[in-house]
């Protein structure tokens, strides 16, 4: 790892304290947090406490997990370089309070399991309401003065439940040991402060915990955290506040930003950006208020930041502008972006289409394609289990997460045997996406799919459910294949991924062209008070060395004298304008 900087070592070595560190965009806070860790696994010496490291993705987590292996080598023997964990917030529930303790509080006879929404016996694990039953797993919950208060939502509005009746249906999935994400987090607080022989023990265990990217934590991973707080645990938090665009899971930045002002936190900063140009750094810092230091120095045009007016009928054309500036520019588009804010823009921008069909048609035709045209052999088989699952009677709880997961149960070694079979053998088990799809692939389907059901009953004892070819029908199949030889392409230009703003959070890029409509432009102009606000300053912030703001020519008058304020400049409308 590079040399840490003067504001860096200071988090390093900071003592043992909760710590508060407020970092910029691209300042480095990964190898920070990773040497802060060597250093106090260091100093514990052979303390027998262990240190987590906790993050909210499983690839920011690999990265933790690859360069504190690394980095570790240097620390004497006799360390304890070993004690220490690096999970997710919710792996690290998971592991340590849930599976462990959980079915004590839940009244479960058996460990507590994860379910995801699909499994069909959650269809009787409804809260009725005045309109329509609402499925446990669309049930949320949030604590007030320690009471847990269920909701749902409707387009982004939250909407109470019948207390009483959102209570039984969570505790009879409970009794089963069944939870849903949200609910996992509900029932730990409940484990935590109903069981406090387990937070004791918690608490001698982990007697720090870092969390990385703390703008993350929702309402309930802070009452989580408060309550490990309480049983003496010191809680670093890390992160930046501007970078918050999880309100939606209640998740506003506000933990982090006001952590510093609690008795015996210490306060740190990191505003050194080691990414992007000059240029781009100023936008950023206009938008957020701050005053961050590049590291890097300036480059000319036509690398830097820029705004281009776009219309909808010549979105083909500003893509393929932005891709020619890349080859001008020798940037490998493997290393470029195009980002947006809603991913049904995404959708349209990078061509993708549903997978055709209806049900459990369509998971086996996302099966066929993900096999065929991507080689996501892996993919193609969580469809095809879940399109299996979909046809069985009453299947056992949780038996599909842990069929489709990545850890390996022995005990299904088999059943995930066969099913990987019939995934990737398109002459007796899933038919080919280049046959013609209702003439050819669905009779197919439907006869390969009643055998392996009759073999699943057989081998394993899992009965089906009647009727398979009423299920699996024709509806909205075309009379051509699933994957139609126009278009597959053998040899295509490399073009840059598209994703959602939510989908690159956290990643370094070295062009980014980032498609916005009016409304989310003045967000960002207007700062990062909002969610909106901050969705566009993480965009800006993700790009190195070019970025490009595309602004529907509409608005453009309107909006020029702001962008050119926030330090964009302006460029020729694309081709076709």
């Known amino acids: 790892m590079i040399e840490p900087s003067p504001e860096q070592q200071l988090v390093i070595d900071a003592p043992f304290l909760p710590l508060a560190v407020t970092a910029c965009a691209g300042s480095g806070k990964t190898a920070t947090a990773i040497q802060r860790l060597v250093e106090m696994r260091r100093r514990f010496a052979g303390s027998k406490g262990r240190i987590a490291l906790l993050s909210f993705s499983n690839v920011a987590v690999e990265t933790f997990r690859k360069g504190y292996q690394e980095l570790s080598q240097t620390l004497p023997s006799g ?20 599976k462990a303790h959980a079915h004590r509080t839940m009244g479960a006879n058996q460990t507590a399991f994860l379910v995801t929404g699909g499994e069909p016996f959650l269809a009787g694990f409804n809260c009725p309401t005045r309109d329509h039953p609402i499925p446990v797993s669309e049930i949320k919950v949030r604590f007030d003065a320690g009471q847990p208060h269920f909701y749902y939502t409707v387009h982004g509005n939250e909407m109470l439940l019948n207390q009483a009746d959102a209570s039984r249906v969570v505790a009879r999935l409970g009794r089963l040991g069944g939870y849903t994400h949200d609910l996992g987090r509900y029932w730990c607080y409940r484990v935590l402060s109903e069981q406090p ?54 998740a506003d930045g506000l933990f982090l930003r006001n952590y510093h002002e609690r008795d015996g936190v210490a306060p740190y900063r990191l505003t050194r950006n080691y990414r992007s140009l000059p240029s781009i750094l100023n936008i950023a810092n206009h938008l957020s208020g701050r005053a961050d230091d590049p590291d890097r120095d300036h480059a000319a045009p036509p690398l830097g930041a820029y705004f281009i007016g776009y219309s909808e009928q010549a979105l083909p054309s500003l893509l393929d502008a932005f891709h020619a500036a890349l080859d001008r520019q020798a940037i490998n ?42 080689s996501d052999f892996l993919g193609a088989f969580r469809m095809v289990a879940r399109g299996v699952f979909s046809q069985l009677d009453s299947p056992p ?51 390969r799919v009643a055998q392996l059901l009759r073999e699943i009953q ?49 990643e370094s890029i070295d062009a980014v062209l980032y498609v916005a409509n009016r409304a989310n432009i003045e967000a960002m102009l207007n700062g990062v008070d909002t969610e909106v606000g901050r969705i566009g300053y993480v965009a800006v912030t993700r790009a190195r060395n070019l970025l490009w703001l595309a602004v529907p020519t509409a608005a453009l008058a309107v909006l020029r004298a702001g962008l050119e304020q926030a330090g964009f400049l302006e460029i020729d409308q694309v081709p076709g304008e």
């Open 458 to 506: 057989r081998d394993f004892g899992l009965a089906s459910l009647d009727g398979l070819t009423r299920r699996l029908t024709r509806a909205l199949l075309p009379a051509g294949p699933l994957s139609p030889e126009l278009e597959v392409e053998v040899e295509q230009e490399p073009k840059a991924r598209v994703k959602t703003v939510h989908q690159v959070k956290g």
């Open 333 to 374: 588009p493997d290393r470029a972006a195009v980002v947006c804010r809603a991913a049904a823009m995404a959708s349209r921008l990078s061509g993708e289409k549903d997978p055709e069909g209806r049900g459990a048609v369509k998971l086996f035709a996302e099966a066929a394609l993900l096999r065929d045209q991507r």
């Open 197 to 250: 022989v387990v937070l004791r023990a918690l608490a001698r265990r982990y007697p720090h915990i870092i969390v990385d990217e703390a703008q993350d934590i929702g309402a309930l991973h802070q009452e989580l955290l408060e309550l490990l707080i309480g049983a003496g645990v010191q809680v670093s938090l890390i992160g930046d506040p501007s970078q918050a665009i999880y309100e939606f899971a209640d």
């Open 397 to 447: 709880p949780g038996l599909l997460n842990r069929l489709s997961g990545v850890a390996h149960h022995h005990e299904l070694r088999e059943l995930r045997r066969r099913l990987w079979l019939f995934t990737r053998d398109p002459a007796q088990g899933l038919p080919a996406s280049s046959l013609p799809a209702s003439g050819e692939w669905l009779p197919l389907l439907q006869e």
């Open 79 to 98: 360390s304890g370089r070993n004690r220490v964990d690096i999970d997710t917030l919710d792996g690290f529930i998971t592991t340590q309070v849930m």
